[in-house]
């Protein structure tokens, strides 16, 4: 049995044995399972903290707290089984996400569900890991060090630790799963037994592609395995009959991704040329490999080099990633497996988020790293094996190292999860990395969500500084200083933004208020009109108008344009109180009753308004 087992060869011994051999013994099972608790254990020490750990507004807003459908109830599961969500097709994740909903008062969205079950799902996978590796035959030293590097590596907290990455942890549980099945399905005594597990298999497999479509690379990977255990009984076309399924899935799901994708306009092949897909292609296929050994400089977002930037550094990774890929083609060809299938694996599962389908404004994500890896772990944890059992100072000096990396690679972990405490952490980083104009503008946008205009601002300063062509940074920072009481500054940075930009019905009425803030009345309702024009139907910003109106005693006016803002809405409570109070103005009491009493009908607990109505009674 132990000749059979892979431990320090290149070769890789038949792995199609009897079950009898191919059983592990108690005691091996047993402390099998000791391991793969305390790993576990330290994984959750390491990830406990971002159990405390908020909302982000990269994509949560999205996916959670502002999700209509969030609330788990029939009606709801039915449409996010079918409403894309950010461009993606994925009803299971949108399922499980559902089911960790629950309210905090009027506070909003509890976050500690969501983040509990993303680390359960974490640990869960962790195991799976351990499993599929110990199926492979490899040794318990080699499966524990795939497993822990898997479980704490730095490249992997976002994963854990952003709730909107559900879905990698979710579709890897069935992945894996679906992995492990194949594993019993080729060492099965029986073709009935074969079957069962085949299905079950194929039942994983669609349930990973309904957690995130990345899953249709599937197959692929099952060629891959069958390629391992026995290179010459594993040819595609012979196996064919096996992976059609498995293939007619995958093929379904990529052309409803592919339409979801589509329809949000995700999907934008004309943006950039060949060339720079495969620049960004093979920058990120050498990139995660640097960052396995060295993974600093974390992001939640790493954009394209901006339009200028030397790009030195795109070519040169394009001829590493030629030699690294040139490399894995040698290893199939010359036989060496384990170099073959761990670089393999790690392809496979990277090829669809490397850029030659589509590209987004990321260059690359630490998120793609968490089934890749698994393929450079495995590659890392035998050769550490077979340099520990040289004996003498290697096992001395191997032992070090990897308790050096465990520990670096632990700690670096656990702070990377505070930078995921919430919107202001993350983006903190972010700017940290890259301090682009988008990047302050986004953590501007957060504080000013939160009502802190001061913090705001300072971002909106910078990112206007850094790139005074975004209108809609210009537009904000003006709204910021109207919020901080600085009236004459938002007045000189609307007008900046009028003669820079075409005319915005939301910057016109921002504008309008500012204007009306210093008592500059004319010049308001001259904003407010030209508001309106480009937007008739806007409500409030009749509203608002008449009130500018009313303030320089235009009432016949004033009460037009309530009337105006009542034909869009006839239940609008401050449109009806004004043109109340409008009418009251000019004496005209029946009408004004009318208004009052409509608006008391749809909100009795209006003491002005009580009072104005007697008014009118008396006269």
Not at 370 to 381: D, H, N, P, Q, W
Request: aromatic fraction near 14%; include cysteine; charge should be positive.
């Amino acid at each position: 049995m132990a000749k059979k087992q892979l431990n320090t060869r290149n070769s890789v011994p038949n792995t199609k044995q009897t079950p009898t051999q191919a059983a592990a013994p108690k005691r091996g099972f047993r402390i099998d399972w000791m391991i793969v608790a305390f790993i576990l254990l330290a994984t959750a020490v390491i990830y406990w903290p971002s159990l405390n750990n908020a909302f982000t507004t990269f994509d949560d807003n999205v996916y959670v707290y502002e999700n209509q459908n969030i609330e788990c109830s029939a009606s709801n599961l039915k449409v996010l089984a079918t409403k894309e969500v950010a461009g993606n097709f994925h009803p299971l994740t949108m399922w499980s996400l559902a089911l960790d909903h629950q309210k905090i008062g009027n506070k909003g969205t509890d976050p500690k569900p969501y983040h509990r079950t993303n680390l359960l799902l974490h640990l869960l996978n962790t195991a799976l890991v351990f499993g599929l590796i110990r199926r492979l035959r490899f040794s318990i030293f080699v499966s524990s060090m795939v497993a822990l590097l898997f479980a704490i590596h730095p490249m992997h907290t976002e994963s854990v630790a952003w709730v909107s990455s559900r879905k990698d942890l979710l579709y890897s549980v069935f992945f894996l799963s679906g992995l492990i099945a194949h594993t019993y399905h080729q060492a099965a005594e029986t073709k009935a037994r074969s079957i069962r597990i085949w299905m079950g298999a194929f039942v994983l497999f669609v349930l990973a592609c309904m957690s995130k479509p990345a899953a249709i690379i599937f197959p692929l990977v099952l060629w891959l395995m069958d390629w391992y255990q026995d290179p010459e009984t594993a040819k595609f076309s012979k196996q064919l009959r096996k992976y059609a399924p498995f293939l007619a899935v995958s093929a379904v799901f990529s052309y409803l991704t592919f339409q979801y994708q589509h329809q949000v306009g995700a999907v934008a092949d004309g943006y950039f040329s060949m060339i720079q897909k495969t620049l960004f292609a093979a920058y990120g296929y050498v990139i995660y490999v640097v960052k396995l050994f060295f993974p600093t400089h974390l992001s939640a977002f790493h954009p394209i080099p901006e339009q200028g930037t030397n790009q030195s550094i795109m070519y040169t990774t394009l001829v590493v990633g030629c030699g690294l890929f040139g490399g894995t083609v040698w290893a199939f060809l010359k036989g060496h497996r384990l170099w073959a299938f761990g670089l393999t694996f790690y392809l496979i599962n990277l090829i669809l988020v490397l850029g030659f389908v589509k590209v987004g404004s990321a260059l690359y994500a630490e998120r793609y790293t968490y089934m890749s890896y698994v393929g450079l772990f495995l590659i890392l944890s035998v050769l550490a094996e077979r340099y520990f059992q040289k004996g003498g100072m290697s096992q001395v000096v191997s032992g070090a190292l990897a308790g050096l990396f465990v520990f670096l690679f632990g700690w670096q972990t656990r702070e990377q999860i505070k930078a995921w405490k919430d919107a202001d952490t993350m983006w903190t980083q972010v700017i940290k990395e890259y301090p682009q104009a988008k990047n302050y503008a986004y953590r501007g946008h957060y504080y000013f969500s939160n009502g802190r205009y001061d913090k705001a601002l300072a971002d909106f300063e910078k990112a206007c500084e850094l790139n005074p062509e975004e209108e809609i940074t210009a537009h904000i920072r003006a709204v910021c200083l109207q919020k901080l009481g600085k009236n004459k500054e938002a007045i000189d940075a609307f007008a900046g933004y009028e003669k820079k930009f075409p005319p915005k019905a939301p910057v016109l009425l921002s504008y309008a208020e500012a204007l009306n803030a210093q008592s500059r009345i004319q010049e308001a309702i001259s904003k407010f009109e030209k508001a309106l024009e480009l937007d008739p139907q806007n409500i409030e910003a009749w509203t608002n108008l008449s009130a500018s109106y009313f303030t320089v005693k235009d009432y016949a006016k004033a009460e037009a344009c309530l009337t105006k803002a009542l034909a869009i809405n006839p239940d609008y409570i401050p449109a009806l109180n004004n043109r109340g109070a409008c009418r009251l103005a000019i004496g005209a009491y029946a009408g004004a009753i009318i208004d009052f009493d409509r608006s008391l009908k749809l909100n009795p607990n209006q003491q002005g308004i009580i009072e104005y109505r007697k008014r009118c009674e008396g006269k």
